[in-house]
């Protein structure tokens, strides 16, 4: 995250800052849905780290119109995002967006892809809002507010949940070398639960874990944008949080779920494989 060099302060309200998050989401996760509805064909798209990382002129749009607003709306505050945008912060407050996360099936036509923004103060995200615009379907969070999901409060629930039914969501970086250790874990999780759902879209992974549609949601080598707002969203719906070791969440690597799963799955990744990482 670019350094920041506090030299104004502007307001820091959490729901302040998710209404904006939420604005921005909105109006650049429609943007990119109205533009490429304009077109019948499938996106043109290209290459980013590898041939099955894709980014297409919509990716930009969503993340230009972000950025352009951000600028408009709260000069000095720092810009981390996906596609190129960074600027320091001068406020301690940095937006980390991901313009399209689901890139793959915005381009094949799937419903899973999300514009993912999330207001990150002093190191900590406060503040976030995931929009998948063909779900019609907004997720954010507020710290200390909850999450909600089109206005709806949602939560975990703390019924018992046997980890052997349990839904799993997980996905896959786009280094070939790291998938075939990734392949071994989702074997590994597929021995102990109860399915497995790749839905293509971390954002929309955290949000589902939040709003109780999956159980947990398991991934590695993850970026920032990825799931600073998901994080929040899945932490205020009452999800627990960490690494596979029980330590911090962190974008390398991530298991949410349920609480009372947590303590099972970590189990289940505590006998991963080393040797093959
Ligand atoms: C990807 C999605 C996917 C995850 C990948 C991410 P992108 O983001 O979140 O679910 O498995 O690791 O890179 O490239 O569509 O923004
Ligand atoms: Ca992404
Ligand atoms: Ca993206």
Redesign the pocket.
């Known amino acids: 995250m670019p350094a920041t060099h506090r030299t104004e302060t502007r307001d820091t309200d959490p729901s302040a800052l998710r209404a904006i998050a939420e604005t921005l989401a909105r109006d650049a996760g429609q943007l990119v849905r109205d533009h490429s509805g304009a077109h019948d064909m499938r996106p043109e798209f290209a290459d980013k780290s590898s041939a099955t990382?894709?980014v297409t002129e919509f990716d930009r749009l969503a993340e230009d119109h972000i950025v352009s607003e951000l600028a408009r709306l709260r000069p000095g505050d720092g810009i981390l995002a996906?596609e190129g945008a960074t600027s320091a912060s001068t406020t301690g407050t940095t937006w980390v967006i991901?313009p399209?996360?689901?890139?793959?099936n915005f381009v094949y036509g799937l419903p899973t892809?999300s514009t993912s923004v999330a207001a990150v103060v002093d190191g900590i995200t406060i503040a976030g809002a995931v929009y998948a615009p063909a779900l019609g379907e907004m997720y954010s969070a507020a710290s200390g507010s909850g999450a909600q999901l089109n206005g709806h409060l949602i939560g975990q629930t703390t019924s018992p949940r046997p980890l052997d039914t349990a839904i799993v969501a997980t996905?896959?970086?786009?280094r070939r070398e790291l998938r075939v250790a990734q392949a071994a874990l989702v074997g590994l999780l597929l021995g102990a639960v109860g399915d497995i759902r790749r839905?293509?879209?971390?954002?929309l992974?955290l949000c589902m874990v939040a709003a109780g549609r999956v159980d947990a949601y398991v991934?590695e080598?993850?970026?920032p944008w990825?799931v600073a707002a998901g994080l929040l969203i899945a932490t205020e719906a009452g999800a627990q949080v960490s690494d596979f070791s029980g330590g911090p969440a962190n974008p390398s690597q991530l298991l949410v779920s349920a609480p009372q799963l947590h303590a099972g799955l970590l189990e289940v990744l505590a006998q991963r494989d080393l040797s093959t990482r």
């Open positions: 990382d894709l996906e991901d399209i996360d689901g890139t793959t892809w996905g896959f970086t786009y839905l293509g879209s971390a954002a992974d991934e080598h993850l970026n990825d």
